[in-house]
């Protein structure tokens, strides 16, 4: 059978396609395979952990007042004559000072009459002594064995007894009245306010000043059932050799610190806030470049029972409150969980299953799931003791390599730490 020349021509055709399209996939460069790269770990700032035996650390506040503070009443009256150059708010006086001095002629002049009288009425009872004695020897020259008080005398004996007694005590309480007049200082104090001033006339129980003491100041420091526990204080008794106290306070621009220590705590719990009031006292308050006034409010660090196998960690480094995240010797996150004991100004002191040398992450991850590879940055030296490389043998060199990437990070993350801890150590 004959082909024709047209169907010729398309077999050619066809035949010269398939060709091209063969020759055209032969020789078109082939795509480079790619390589999936490894992920990188999150890099994370760490902690060496170094549990110890620490101190704790109670915080708590309150406003300084005097061990006494009192408002100073006259107790006669009369115009005031002349007032002690420390009688003005602030001044200072020494115990037994006299502030106020009230015009005392008067007071004078009663207690000579009182005095005069004391005298009369000890000549009537030498007088009625004795009569007295006269009137027993006549009743015995009589020979009779019984004899009446009336006869011996005896009702106005007695009476002559009671009148000296009560012109005794006329005399006494016209010398008290004479010496009430010159307003003598309780103890050694400061001048609150004052009330009254020179020439002014004051009657009995006219109040004079407001003064305070000045040679024990005290704070009351409000407690939770929490922070009672992190303390030796036992209620309800007395308190000896109490708890160390710290007390801080900003004057004049500059930090000032007073050392006391707890000496009671209140009677009864606060029935609004459920506090219970420790009172801490300090010496001398005035004594020193800065004093410590009445009304000062300070920040107060109580020193709280002992404990072993404490850690304190930046406050970022507790998650929710009760668990940390630690690296393992593989460079992967592992959950622990710990107590929080307390927290103090940026740090927590936390206890737990945490071992020293431990690494503890202080920095925010923005997602964490156990067992996590983590690129470590120390921040500060490893506790002495422990082997350099004990972490990461096992570990795959990915994560080893990344590990040691970020030099610059962990000299800067030491140095910040080493201040950090630098201030804590000095509040310890």
Known sequence: MKISNKNKFLAIVVIAGVAAIALV??????PEEK??????????????AEPGRQTLLVPSQGTVHARHEIEVVARVGGVIESVNDAFVPGGFFADGDSLVQIESADYAHQLT??????????????????????AKREWRDLGSKAANDLFLRQPQLSAAEAAVAAARA????ARLDLQRTRVQAPFAGRVVETFVDLGQYITPGTKLARIHSTGIAE???????????????PLGQSIKNGPAVRLAAQIAGRQREWRGEIVRTEASIDPNSRFVYAVAQVQNPYKGEAPLVNGLFVEADIAGKTLDNIIRLPRQALHEGDHLLVLDAENKLVFKDVQLLQAV????????DVTPGERVIVSSLGYSRE?????????????????LGEEGDDADSTASAAAANPAAGVAQGRADHAGHHSMVRSQQ
Not at 170 to 173: E, K, M, N, P, S
């Open 25 to 30: 996939s032969v020789l078109a460069p082939k």
């Open 345 to 352: 100004k940026e740090e927590v002191w936390v206890r737990g």
């Open 371 to 387: 067992g996590m590879v983590i690129t470590a940055n120390p921040l500060n030296e490893k506790p002495t003791g422990l082997l």
């Open 219 to 233: 704070v009351r420091l409000p407690l939770t059932d929490h922070q009672l526990s992190l303390l030796d204080l």
């Open 170 to 173: 006329d005399r006494d309480q």
């Open 35 to 48: 390589v999936a790269e490894a992920a990188v770990p999150p890099v994370a700032d760490v902690l060496y």
């Open 113 to 134: 009459r009182a005095e005069a009288q004391l005298a009369n009425a000890k000549s009537t009872l030498a007088q009625e002594q004795g009569r007295a004695k006269q």
